[in-house]
């Protein structure tokens, strides 16, 4: 694998040269981008001579062949150890004033950071706003160790072993492949049931979750069948390039109930995360209904929809799983745990992924919070970006007990 392991100025660099000749040694292509900082503490000839490969902090050199992209762009994993403060703060601002802040912005590859710092920076709201953005644009973050800093003190600072941070990598760079050749079925975005030709009642879901629940799939290995309902602009782009994921676009509650009914047909999984009207208008005017036909006042009759979820239950085949989404407001934790234990028991899947949703939490946003529940309790909680609730709820499926149905 390509690995680039971006090193900030600190004295901690010195470790850095134990993990990059550990991920040497495990095989991969190590490419060192050093800060000029960083070459204070370990010179260039050092990480030439560990990583076999030339090292520049300048996006000038090599221009021809564009490198200060083709680094970002080739890489299967970005690693930067140490990361200070001052590193993390220009990555969060995504300041790319060298070769490694280049390098940073132009990778879709996982970024793996591990700070060093004295405890009074790493604790220093800065930073740890810094902290929390990079961690909600799915970096991942490694230690700080809690111990003796350089000039005395103790504290959170120490950047952690060089093995521990190469096992990370290892783990970031095989992904599981837990769904191999398995076939799953997704439903993700909103219904809409339509009044009139130019009206409808609808809901704020974004179908961002069920998107990242169909990639996490299929970065698993597995054959996706997504059903998408109306989604905001741009998020089902990368399902759309995904060659193991088959888009199929729906609007009102009986298309999805019946392109549902479809995908699920010989799936292993299925997973219904789309937020579906429960209730549709009794009638649909094929005009417009105008203000001037009433007297000022109007009464919407709305018939229920099909519970499509409980029919999917229903028309289960043996050993298939099914996983359903519960979006609730509740004043408490107590609360939302009790709505869903009932919701699960209503419903009849094997795990339920309970959101908690207010005007401002849960829709729309990229993060997520949520309670993965199964008959038994609580299996697992996920709090992060809608990609990492999406790999909590694969992990969680994966642990299911042996099927009896
Ligand atoms: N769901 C469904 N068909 C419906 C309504 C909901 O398949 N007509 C599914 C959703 O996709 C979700 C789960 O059921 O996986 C729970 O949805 P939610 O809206 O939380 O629950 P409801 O059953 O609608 O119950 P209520 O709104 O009363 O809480």
Known sequence: MFVVVGVSG????????????????NGHEVHVVPTEDALRFVGTATW?????????????????????V?????????????????????????????????????????????????????????????????RSRGVQVIGPADGPLTGGDSGPGRMVEPEEIAAAAEALLAPRRDLADRIVAVSTGGTREPLDPVRFLGNRSSGRQGAEVALAAAARGARVRLVAGHVDDGVLAAAAQHPSIEITRVSTAADLHEAMRGASAGADVVVMVAAVADFRPQTVSDQ????????????????????????????????????GFAAETAADDAELLERGRRKLARK??????????????????????????????????????????ADALWDAVAALPPVDH
């Open 348 to 389: 009849g899947t094997d795990l339920l992924v309970v959101n908690r949703v207010d005007w401002d939490r849960g829709f729309e946003s990229p993060d997520n919070e949520a309670v993965l529940l199964t008959a038994d309790g609580p299996v697992g909680r996920a709090r992060g970006t809608k990609r990492e609730v």
């Open 70 to 134: 083709a680094l970002g762009t080739r890489a299967d994993l970005v690693i930067v150890a140490p990361a200070t403060a001052n590193t993390l703060a220009k990555m969060s601002a995504g300041i790319a004033g060298d070769l490694l802040g280049v390098t940073l912005l132009a990778t879709t590859a996982p970024v793996l950071v591990a700070p060093a710092m004295h405890t009074a920076m790493w604790e220093h709201p800065a930073t740890q706003h810094n902290i929390t953005t990079l």
């Open 10 to 25: 600190g004295i901690a660099a010195y470790k850095t040269v134990t993990l990059v000749r550990a991920l040497v040694t």
């Open 288 to 323: 417009k209904l105008r203000k001037e036909d009433g007297d000022g006042t109007a009464t919407l009759s709305l018939v229920a929809n099909p519970d499509i979820l409980l029919d999917l239950v229903a028309h289960r085949v043996p050993g298939q799983r099914i996983v």
């Open 48 to 68: 030439e001579a560990i990583s076999r490969h030339p090292v520049t902090t300048s996006v000038h050199d090599d221009v021809a062949e564009v490198r200060h």
